[in-house]
């Protein structure tokens, strides 16, 4: 679609030049690319990153059809120019109005007629760039959580005493990863994080660390065997009382198997 006006706001060479951007549309099928975009944008309105994302979209459409206009007119920057200014002031609404300012995309959309469009050795070398990066990034990721898929899995059971009182938590640990417990409120709160790591030997190191509000307060290493008799750790060097604490320790091998699941039986 044209305006009324376009015989006679835009000359012959405008006119050949605006028809040429839009079929570049066309070509690429923007229109289709445009109603996938505003059906997201409706799924997931709620994403303002999406809106965002949806503007630079339909934006880059424009300066990639320019490209295409300037690829086979590469002599026609200022008449192409001309049009798009006449194109936008046209819209630009009452004489009291905002006009267009310096930042507006116009100005980038046309800063960018006087490059060359890349040659397709470039475009591949890009493209090829961009592939490795997407691979190497997934392949990063997968590497990240690999180590995970065999961790073993603790539950750790306790008794603890301190001097806001007993309790006797439970906690699940993945193996080198931090599992806590807090007893308290206020500054003087007592935080426990604990840290298991396996043996050989059938046994696991435990690191706990032990801390008065912020204050770190005490670094035990204990090394515990799996299940049987719990294991105790007691502190008592703090006058005020402040850290001081009793742990009875119970530590159980909880890994889920990694056989297939057996279909239930009759």
Partial sequence: MVPADFDTRYDESERQLIVAHERAHLQRADAAANLLCALLQCLFWFNPVLHFASRAFRFDQELACDATVMLYHPHSGKTYADAMLKTQLAASGSPAGCYWQLNHPLKERIMNLKYATPPVLNRIAGAFVVIALTVGGAFSAWAAQAPQTGAKVYLLTMELKDKFGTITPALQAREGEEAAVVHGEGDKRLRYSFIVHSLPTGMVNVELNTRVGEQLYSEPRLMLPLGGQPST??????????????????????????????????
């Fill in 233 to 266: 750790i007691e502190t008592r060097v703090n006058p005020a009382n402040d850290g001081d604490y009793k742990i009875s320790l119970t530590i159980t091998d909880v890994t889920p198997s990694q056989s297939p699941a057996q279909p239930a039986g009759k």
